[in-house]
């Protein structure tokens, strides 16, 4: 066994390589943009290659999944693995697969042509969140309270798109949280954003425009939260993240809780049957629960932002069961996928 990994500081390769460091496994760092990258992986005879790609960089985006399903035709294991991959940041992609899968998900309507999608308009009712299909921290989630709003959207959609990456709502946001917290880190992030969305934004600029589609989804009312849920092989960590202040949506706020409180436990038991379904080392699942408290899904990923986890206090068994524990995730992943899941 050899672990080839696409090591970036501040990814889940921090401590992939210090878990392969720990247990005497042999591994090799290699940049999977190397146009020999093929025959790298040849040469070093690498058997699992892993590499957390991130939806933030383009390049990444554009060359993984080719890359991986390359290296999957001649025998490599990879993390993650088509089935986990093939969806990555694609709230349409995942829309159809939890659908095929018959795991619940919160009602989302997709619409590939203009006429049905005014169609769809006229016909159904309001509020409706608009998403994208890409994108976290809520930054391309937004509330459509009136069919002349979605009139508007369906025009631009089927017009000149949408920028994948609205620089204006980050921006928007961190004001937002730094009136909230008041820290330095997010001053010095509005800086960031102020500059970045005015006059750079180099990185998001490059991602193609969103059109031609249109994605809504029903609108449960009167959130105050969310919960993560992430399974890997047989744990289910979870975090608690409440809604902005005047605001439905949770993801990004920041707002975050580890003790687990009351939820429906019904959401674990989902997770764990889903994650099977799916075929992931590791799925983090975004839960919402209607007004009769039923989970439902919103989107999953196999990826996520590291070291926030490290404040999960524990994690859920098999049997619904609650586990204090200390938290790394990143080893949790490197240990099921090495040893088959
Ligand atoms: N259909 C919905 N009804 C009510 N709230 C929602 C709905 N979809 C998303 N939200 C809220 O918006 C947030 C962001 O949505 P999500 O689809 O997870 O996008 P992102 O990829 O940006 O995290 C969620 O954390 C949740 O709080
Ligand atoms: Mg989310």
Same mark, same amino acid.
């Given at each position: ?17 210090e ?17 020999d990258?093929?025959?790298q992986?040849k040469?070093?005879e690498?058997t699992?290659f ?7 960089? #383009? ?5 993984? *999944?080719?890359?991986?399903? @390359?290296? /999957?035709?001649?025998? =490599? %294991? &990879?993390?993650p693995?088509?089935?986990a ?14 659908e ?6 919160v ?18 009712? #309001?509020?409706?969140v608009?998403?994208l *299909?890409?994108?976290?921290? @809520?930054? /391309?989630?937004?509330? =459509? %309270? &009136?069919k002349?709003?979605?009139r ?9 798109g ?25 001053f ?13 934004d ?5 991602f193609p ?6 994605y ?10 969310d ?9 289910c960590y979870?975090?608690k993240?409440?809604?902005r ?13 580890f ?10 038991n ?5 994650a ?6 590791c799925?983090a699942y ?5 007004s ?10 196999y990826g996520?932002?590291p ?16 586990n ?18």
């Amino acid at each position: 066994m050899k672990i080839g990994i696409h090591h970036r500081k501040g990814s889940f390769s921090d401590r992939w390589i210090e878990y392969l460091e720990e247990k005497k496994i042999p591994y090799v760092i290699l940049n999977a943009f190397d146009n020999d990258i093929i025959r790298q992986i040849k040469v070093n005879e690498v058997t699992h290659f892993m590499w957390h790609f991130n939806q933030n960089y #383009f390049e990444d985006m554009l060359h993984a *999944k080719s890359l991986f399903r @390359s290296v /999957n035709q001649i025998g =490599v %294991k &990879t993390f993650p693995n088509e089935d986990a991959y093939w969806h990555f940041d694609d709230k349409v992609a995942q829309k159809y697969l939890l659908e095929a899968l018959g795991v619940p998900l919160v009602k989302a309507d997709v619409f590939y042509h203009k006429k049905e999608a005014e169609k769809y308009v006229e016909n159904t009712s #309001f509020p409706k969140v608009f998403k994208l *299909k890409g994108g976290a921290g @809520s930054i /391309n989630v937004k509330l =459509v %309270k &009136t069919k002349s709003q979605a009139r508007k959207i369906v025009k631009q959609a089927f017009g000149r798109g949408f920028d994948a990456f609205d620089s204006w709502a980050v921006f928007t946001d961190t004001i937002e949280r730094f009136w909230r917290q008041k820290t330095k880190h997010n001053f010095l992030r509005i800086i960031k954003w102020g500059f970045k969305g005015i006059f750079v934004d180099k990185q998001y600029k490059v991602f193609p425009k969103q059109r031609n589609y249109v994605y809504f989804q029903e609108f449960i009312p009167n959130l105050t939260y969310d919960i993560r849920l992430i399974v890997i092989g047989d744990k289910c960590y979870y975090l608690k993240r409440n809604t902005r202040d005047n605001d439905f949506r949770a993801s990004g706020s920041g707002m975050l809780e580890f003790a687990p409180g009351k939820f429906n436990l019904e959401a674990v038991n989902i997770a764990f049957k889903a994650a099977r379904q799916l075929n992931m080392v590791c799925v983090a699942y975004d839960f919402i629960f209607d007004s009769k408290e039923q989970p439902l899904i919103v989107e999953i990923s196999y990826g996520f932002q590291p070291y926030v986890y490290d404040r999960c206090l524990g994690f859920y068994d098999t049997a619904l069961n609650w586990n204090e524990s200390k938290v790394n995730l990143e080893y949790e992943i490197v240990h099921n996928f090495l040893n088959g899941f």
